[in-house]
């Protein structure tokens, strides 16, 4: 089984950026679409990019523009560059397949202050 850590979280002002990376213990060349996701306090946790193996992405209509996901495939690693960033963004974010099937990792938390 995968195992997945996400890196690259931290506390951040309105406007600023981050740059989230997930690496995966092995290939993920075999997965057609990962995602980054996120939950807020109180929430429930919600897909905001995602990437097939082609390099077709989405993302959620709240981060589109701003977030942009890519791959790495000979790195086994996952990113999500994020700019502009707004306190609504403050969540704790992990990476996945789509659908997630992965025991989630850790998560890295995204604080974002206004």
């Known amino acids: 089984q995968v195992q997945l850590v996400e890196s690259g979280g931290g506390l951040v002002q309105a406007g600023g950026s981050l740059r989230l990376s997930c690496a995966a213990s092995r290939s993920i060349f075999g997965i057609n679409t990962m995602g980054w996701y996120r939950q807020a306090p109180g929430n429930q946790r919600e897909l905001v990019a995602q990437i097939t193996s082609g390099g077709r992405t989405n993302y959620a209509d709240s981060v589109k523009g701003r977030f942009t996901i890519s791959r790495d495939n000979a790195k086994n690693t996952v990113y999500l560059q994020m700019n502009s960033l707004k306190p609504e963004d403050t969540a704790v974010y992990y990476c996945?397949?789509?659908?997630?099937?992965?025991?989630w990792g850790q998560g890295t938390q995204v604080t974002v202050s206004s």
């Open positions: 996945n397949a789509r659908p997630p099937y992965i025991d």
